[in-house]
């Protein structure tokens, strides 16, 4: 038998059901990503490992920008021609440069870091002087086969973070004896800066040591044997040095 209070409590009970079905679903809003672009632009020859070793290690160690393999070279096999060939390195640069202005009219926002190798740090270096200033991240460099006296004043304007080069004098062989017989990418003969590192140019200004104060040379060490690197040209495409050295270059 119902009392005289069940006709309101069941009023009561269809009202806050029916509030229950009738509240909009609210769902979480995923926060902005932070996901960015990597160019891997790797050395001479067409038989540099970097690119792959860096789609392959980077997510593994946390890092999920997406990684693009900027393919530059003539082919397999012919280092001294994509070594040489200056109006071919330049059209490359354009090729890069454009594709990273499209990215940014796209979304302004989205992070963007440079990855040059050997020959392919030349190639870097001559797309950031196509690009306004503060466009880039970040850039990183290994055993750039570039001059030692290259000006990166163009490369610090173009990123707002800092460039960062490795450098071995272990890697006598390719930036030494190499670039010494067969030249650098701006076609200076002598060893590369992979070799020993940048040297400042002279007369700087006040403006101009800021812009420097964003260099960062890291040398070989022995500590990183036990990435398999041993200051060697090769090395620094192993996924282990990816891993260890330049992901952490590749944080916001």
């Known amino acids: 038998m119902l ?5 309101t409590i069941l009023l009561l009970a269809v009202v806050g059901a029916t509030a229950l079905v009738s509240q909009p679903v609210v769902r979480a809003v995923d926060p902005p990503s932070d996901k960015g672009i990597v160019f891997v632009v790797g050395g001479v020859g067409g038989w540099d490992i970097l690119g792959p070793a860096s789609q392959w290690e980077l997510p593994r160690v946390g890092i999920h920008h997406e990684v693009r393999d900027f393919v530059w070279t003539h082919g397999f096999g012919q280092p001294f ?21 499209k990215i940014k009219k796209k979304d302004p926002q989205r ?65 030494n004896w190499g670039t010494t017989h ?7 003969y002598g060893p590369s800066a992979g070799l020993h590192g940048f040297a400042l140019p002279d007369k700087l200004t006040p403006e101009d040591r800021l812009l420097y104060r964003r260099l960062i040379q890291i040398p070989w060490t022995s500590a990183m044997i036990a990435e398999g690197y041993f200051g060697s040209h090769a090395g620094t495409s192993l ?7 330049v992901a952490p270059w590749l944080r916001p």
């Open 3 to 7: 009392s005289r209070k069940s006709p």
């Open 81 to 101: 021609k994509d070594l040489q060939d200056t109006p071919h390195l330049r059209r490359k640069a354009d090729e890069l440069a454009e594709e990273i202005r």
């Open 111 to 175: 992070p963007i870091y440079l990855i040059g190798k050997s020959g392919g740090a030349g190639l870097v270096l001559l797309a950031t002087e196509r690009l306004p200033a503060d466009t880039l991240d970040r850039i990183i460099l290994l055993s750039a086969a570039v001059s030692p006296g290259y000006d990166l004043r163009p490369a610090l304007r173009a990123t707002w973070g800092e460039i960062v080069s490795f450098y071995s004098d272990n890697d006598q062989f390719v930036l």
């Open 182 to 188: 067969f030249g650098t990418t701006d076609r200076i």
């Open 239 to 245: 996924p282990s040095f990816v891993g260890w050295e």
